[in-house]
């Protein structure tokens, strides 16, 4: 038995009175005419991401390099399991997590997106996990066909998806860069994780 599940045997032990779960058939969450649309919008204003479009065709290797890590002034540590990017870690091969903590670009995909808020459902496809939250900058790479309206949805689409939790067992949603404010209003970019946070969105070819 897990850590995990020895914490939620005990709880549930100890729990004196239970109820129901409330119905949500009758709920009406929002939806959109163009959730694809709405998705973009709300990335970079609600989320406060930075959106970059490309097409299936583009090479996303030389996007990264030229539109993300271009930017930076040295040379950067990036580390990604994605196929075709160069990168000097690899969140599967590394001895720990810790060797993450030097990251300035980490690289994961987004598989789904919620145009309610511009959230990302991102899976654990990789063994260390630590490469979305200690990462300075995040990089999440979406498909469009991949964009749903609502919470509603996104969490429908991960209940029917037994692939999600299969070897890993975790996944995370994700909208924008870390940020917090004290009672005085400072606002703090990187608190909890990644200062800034880029989208990139590949709109796929449509047949038909």
């Known amino acids: 038995?897990?850590?995990?599940?020895?914490?939620?045997?005990?709880?549930?032990?100890?729990?004196?009175?239970?109820?129901?779960?409330?119905?949500?058939?009758?709920?009406n969450p929002i939806t959109y005419a163009d959730p694809v649309a709405e998705f973009k919008k709300?990335?970079?204003?609600?989320?406060g991401a930075t959106l970059i479009e490309i097409s299936e065709d583009d090479d996303l290797n030389a996007v990264i390099r030229d539109r993300v890590v271009g930017g930076w002034p040295a040379n950067p540590?990036?580390?990604?399991?994605?196929?075709?990017?160069?990168?000097?870690?690899?969140?599967?091969?590394?001895?720990?997590?810790?060797?993450?903590?030097?990251?300035?670009v980490g690289i994961v995909r987004g598989d789904i997106g919620v145009a309610e808020n511009a959230c990302i459902w991102i899976p654990q496809?990789?063994?260390?996990?630590a490469i979305c939250f200690a990462s300075e900058h995040l990089v999440i790479?979406?498909?469009?066909?991949?964009?749903?309206?609502?919470m509603h949805e996104a969490y429908s689409l991960i209940q029917q998806s037994s692939h999600y939790f299969t070897e890993y067992q975790y996944g995370t949603f994700i909208s924008g860069p870390s940020k917090t404010a004290?009672?005085?209003?400072?606002?703090?970019?990187g608190a909890q994780a990644a200062r800034a946070v880029t989208v990139v969105f590949v709109n796929r070819k449509k047949i038909g």
Request: with cysteine; proline share 2%; charged share 25%.
């Open 125 to 129: 496809t990789m063994k260390e996990r």
């Open 141 to 150: 790479v979406i498909d469009d066909s991949r964009i749903v309206n609502n």
């Open 1 to 27: 038995m897990s850590s995990k599940e020895q914490i939620l045997s005990a709880l549930r032990q100890h729990t004196c009175e239970s109820y129901g779960m409330p119905d949500l058939t009758q709920l």
């Open 42 to 47: 709300k990335t970079t204003t609600t989320a």
């Open 182 to 189: 004290d009672i005085e209003g400072a606002l703090v970019y």
């Open 77 to 104: 540590v990036i580390a990604t399991n994605l196929q075709g990017i160069d990168a000097q870690l690899n969140p599967d091969t590394v001895t720990e997590a810790q060797e993450l903590e030097r990251v300035d």
